[in-house]
């Protein structure tokens, strides 16, 4: 009895901390992983390589281990977490003339409470159009090619230091050793140390010495190079400096691992004999990351905001494969196959259906992680389920800023973040429209329907129903799994389950036919 009336206590404690309109409002801290697997932690299995960093906040904070992006590859996902809605509401509003206005961000929110804002690293949004330009000669045609409306500091960001928005072949294409940082309409810092790394020598493979250093296209190793995660930490310890004496929101958006898979160096790993080069040089890039964490969560203790401040990490969507595929770029249809399979070294892949760009839960369900000590109860897990698109009510109501109605398509997951899974009501269906991205060409309808062509393939639309169930839809026959039971999603349930299949074909049923795919 003592023990349960203890817990209560500390839970009633949790509750105060973060509602107390008397308390000062938390800083929110949001780093989002790029493209990194749900077992590239070693808090969540990982054995090869260490992230202790994350594993402190995993230990001293609360692992979400049911957590789910708003999509299954960059932009969607990126998109609902800043926007709070789901694939569905993403594009902008029109007024009587026509005129567009892209939707509130969660850094326009939180500025109503009183707080400051800043962004650093990716950014990539899909709002009808684009804010990645995959094929620009230079950085004039870059800004020729922007909507300057769609830009961070346009969007509630007081500071944006933007590294990497530009696609795989241009000179800004560049994500690890950037040209340019771009900070507002027509204006970047020039970083001159990088003058001889462009987009395409970052993705040739082998751009080392012999003390396992990158080279730039001059031979300058990478202790002469300005390596933009080196960058970030210095904006994100700068900004929260500044800003240490009122609430403050920092989204710290690293490139880190998304392809081209290249490190400063990889010399940790260099005798690893067994391994191939690119898995030696993806797990210094996890290490690179984790590093990055302890950097914030130092600077976080020695300002004394340890607890004022929550802090997540999470990632941008499930497992891409790269040490598998060993390159982004897909020469035949056999890359979509290869990119599913586990990495037989790491074992990063987890147990989940498919990954990156499918709408199978493997390519939507990301490593979650929440921070704040004496109010997120430490060394805990929740498998209640929580989308990207809940992070805007959840800051919203962590600054004490009431959303109008349809402002989000989110639930504030608050009572999660104290312990209090009890009083979270079950989260309404998640639904995800089919990807329409180039690198994925769906599923084999014939894994499902035995009478049909073996090259007919198909990209479903996807819900979770009552936090557990994962609906598919083939050529409008659903399929249903217990994620709980089976989550590799090999066994179909709906026969079983009439009552399932009933609330899954009412969510799809909310999806307009111009709006079952991405914009």
Known sequence: MRIAIYLLFLTLSATVAFADTQQEK??????????????????????????????????????????????????????????????????????????????????????????????????????????????????????????????????????????????????????????????????????????????????????????????????HDATKLMYSETFYRKEAVKFMQERSESPFFLFYASPLVHSPIQTPDYSKFKDKESWPLVHKVYASMVEELDQSVGVLLDEVHALGLSKSTLIIFASDNGYSGYTVIKSMLPKDRRYEERRHNDDPIFQNKGEWCQSKFSTMNGGVIVPFIAWCPETVPAGTKTNRAINFCDFMATAAEIAGVELGPGETDGVSFLPLLEGRDASQKVRPSMIWPRSTSSFYNGLSVRDYNKNASPDERVIPNAALLDERWYAIDVNKSIYIFDTFKDPGMRNDISMERTDLLSKAKEAFASLPASEREYP
């Not at 929110?28 to 590239?40: E, K, N, P, Q, T």
């Not at 569905?88 to 969660?106: H, I, K």
């Not at 933007?162 to 507002?184: C, K, L, M, V, W």
Request: charged fraction near 25%.
């Open 26 to 219: 938390k800083n929110i801290i949001f780093i989002l992983a790029d493209d990194m697997a749900y077992r590239d932690l070693s808090c969540l299995g990982q054995e090869h390589f260490a992230t202790p960093n994350i594993d402190r906040l995993a230990n001293e904070g609360r692992i979400f281990t049911n957590a789910y992006t708003g999509g299954p590859w960059c932009a969607p996902s990126r998109t609902s977490l800043l926007l709070g809605r789901n694939g569905m509401n993403f594009l902008p509003t029109r007024d009587e003339e026509g005129n567009v206005s892209f939707r509130p961000t969660v850094a326009n929110i939180l500025k109503k409470g009183g707080y400051s804002s800043c962004v650093l690293g990716k950014w990539h949004m899909s709002e009808g159009q684009d804010s990645w330009a995959l094929k620009v000669k230079d950085h004039e045609d870059l800004c020729r090619k922007t909507n300057w409306s769609q830009m961070p500091w346009n969007r509630g960001f007081d500071v944006s230091r933007i590294g990497y928005r530009a696609g795989f072949d241009s000179r800004h294409g560049n994500p690890y050793f950037p040209q340019i940082i771009e900070t507002g309409d027509y204006e970047h810092i020039t970083i001159p140390e990088n003058q001889h790394i462009d987009g395409k020598h970052i993705w040739k493979p082998n751009n080392y010495n012999e003390k396992a250093q990158f080279i730039d296209k001059n031979g």
